[in-house]
């Protein structure tokens, strides 16, 4: 990268800092619109794809970081029947499609129909196990409860927590939705914004006064659409959540390689962390490498790195806006891949995994049971287990050595699942800084720093720190922030 005047070929130029799913997908959706774009996507690390990493090892395939996605929001699923992907999209395993969470050191099927907060089965409710009758009765009298003041506001927002304690009781908060929502977002509960990750509870109880009402109210015939509409249905099960995500066959790599395979030859380049990032005079940006490169110059650029990368890129020339992009703090968490023999595992793994309530004082968070989950990925005989740790609640644990993160995830399952002797394989992987914190007030952070960045031309923001942490969400913000930018550019008379 020479340094040079400012476009010398004439050609529009196109930055994207930050190789994960959501820069790729970013350039990607630059490159559609704009085909004579010259596009640079620059990336910190030696790899694209960020969390999405996957192993191979012989005929196993092994996911290091994420391993489906959800098609109920289909923004992935779309960008992959584009890319020409739609053979390869594989569901996850037909059996056993619920999860199982730890109580008393037993693993037990979390209640058919309860769905992070939604009781949607009474009976199932009654009879499991996971629960003290009086937690149970708590959790029936949910309807009884007052709604706090203030829910008509649409801002309105408060901790999954808080919510879910005073709707269903402590002990299904502590159970159930802790340990549900913890296995997703790695999060502190006490803080983690409903209105940013499950806003659709809002909506319940601020148009049925109840989540209990509100789940009856959607099986009630006349409310709902289709041909169908008038007859009433059963309680949905677990298991239809589970069937909204899916895979690639080979592991969501083949994802990575299809967006980059997309790009311009010699647009990503590997191990080029963005030092500087400059605003100049007309919506033009020059970006400084790290390492003594050469500064570049470009006419948009779209930050699709941390929250905490942007914020350090920006405050040099808008400190306020650096100020509440620092405002998102971000967790990591580890992963250890453990592939057994089946028979090594005394426990039927009847699930696609088991999440670990923080009241259970273990030192893992989930375990997913992928040869259950994705049973394409994995061939017969063999058992593949996750073990998640790590989070708010833990950040210790990811500075633990390979050796006692093995050792403690193969004392957990040993304990929990029966697993004896040693895997035939192990692998670990460390996500330092992955997952943001969506705290309360973040719907709102979140549209404040939009408003900032729209006065920067030329300036466009993507990535999980703001609409969603998910995959689709973050194709989302991807094709979004590419949209404005071709916009403006095009606005600009620039194209
Ligand atoms: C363990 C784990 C499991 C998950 N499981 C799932 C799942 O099953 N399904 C699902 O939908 N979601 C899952 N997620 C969430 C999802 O994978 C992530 O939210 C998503 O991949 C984030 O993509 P991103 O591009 O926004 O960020 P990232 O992938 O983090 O990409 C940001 C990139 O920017 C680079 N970068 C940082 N600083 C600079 C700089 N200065 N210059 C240049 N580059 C820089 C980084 O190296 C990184 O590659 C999981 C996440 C984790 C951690």
Same mark, same amino acid.
């Given at each position: 990268?020479?340094?040079?005047? *400012?476009? *010398?070929? $004439? ?5 994207? !800092? ?21 596009? &640079?996507?620059?990336?910190?690390? =030696? ?30 699923? /779309? ?7 739609? /053979?390869?999209?594989?569901?996850? #395993? ?16 979390? *209640? ?22 009086? #937690? ?10 007052? @709604? ?21 009781? %402590? ?11 913890? $296995? ?5 509960? &006490? ?46 099960? @677990? ?13 969501? &790599? ?16 590997? #191990? ?6 400059? %605003?100049?005079?007309? $919506? ?78 273990? *030192? !893992? ?23 998640? @740790? ?8 990811? =500075?633990?050595? =390979? ?53 920067? /031309? ?38």
């Amino acid at each position: 990268m020479a340094d040079s005047t *400012p476009y *010398p070929s $004439g050609a529009i130029r196109v930055a994207v !800092i930050g190789g994960g799913i959501s820069g790729l997908a970013a350039a990607y959706f630059i490159r559609r619109s704009l085909s004579r774009v010259e596009l &640079r996507v620059l990336e910190a690390s =030696d790899r694209l794809g960020g969390p999405l990493h996957t192993l191979r090892s012989g005929e196993l395939v092994l996911e290091q970081g994420a391993d489906s996605f959800l098609i109920k929001t289909p923004y992935a699923l /779309d960008l992959c029947r584009e890319l020409g992907l739609a /053979d390869r999209l594989v569901p996850t #395993g037909e059996k056993f499609r619920r999860a199982l969470v730890v109580r008393g050191g037993k693993l037990l099927p979390v *209640p058919d129909g309860f769905v992070l907060m939604k009781p949607q089965n009474l009976p199932a409710i009654m009879s499991s196990p996971v629960l003290s009758l009086a #937690g149970k009765l708590r959790l029936l009298a949910e309807p009884l409860m007052r @709604s706090r003041r203030g829910l008509d506001d649409p801002a309105y927002d408060e901790s999954v927590a808080s919510f879910a304690t005073r709707r269903l009781g %402590r002990e299904a908060f502590e159970r159930l939705v802790e340990p549900l929502v913890a $296995g997703i977002y790695v999060a502190d509960a &006490r803080k983690l914004s409903l209105a940013a990750t499950f806003p659709e509870f809002i909506e319940a109880e601020r148009t049925h006064g109840s989540l209990w009402r509100s789940c009856r109210a959607a099986r009630l015939p006349g409310k709902r659409k289709g041909r169908d509409a008038n007859a009433p249905t059963a309680a949905p099960t @677990s298991a239809a959540r589970y069937g909204q995500f899916v895979t690639l066959e080979g592991g969501l &790599r083949v994802l990575v390689d299809a967006l980059a395979a997309a790009l311009p030859a010699g647009a990503a380049r590997l #191990g080029t962390p963005v030092r500087r990032l400059e %605003r100049r005079a007309a $919506g033009r940006w020059t970006i400084t490498p790290a390492g003594g490169e050469p500064p570049e110059h470009f006419d948009g650029v779209v930050v699709a790195a941390s929250t905490g990368c942007a914020a350090s890129l920006i405050r040099p020339w808008d400190a306020e806006l650096a100020s509440r992009l620092e405002q998102i703090q971000y967790a990591s968490s580890a992963v250890v891949t453990l592939v057994y023999r089946r028979d090594q595992i005394a426990h039927p793994l009847d699930g696609f995994g088991a999440v670990v309530p923080a009241v259970e004082q273990r *030192p !893992i968070v989930a375990a997913s049971f992928l040869h259950v989950k994705l049973p394409t990925h994995v061939p017969k005989g063999l058992a593949v287990i996750r073990v998640f @740790s790590g989070g708010v609640l833990h950040p210790e644990t990811v =500075d633990r050595d =390979d050796q006692q993160l093995i050792a403690t995830a193969k004392q957990q399952l040993a304990e929990l699942v029966g697993a004896s002797g040693d895997p035939r394989e192990t692998h670990v992987a460390r996500w330092r800084n992955s997952m943001p914190q969506y705290e309360v007030g973040h719907v709102q952070l979140a549209s404040e720093i939009e408003r900032r960045v729209a006065a920067h /031309d030329g300036l466009q923001l993507a990535g999980n720190g703001y609409h969603g942490v998910g995959i689709p969400h973050c194709i989302h913000t991807a094709r979004a922030a590419a949209q404005r930018l071709v916009n403006q550019l095009k606005a600009s008379r620039r194209l």
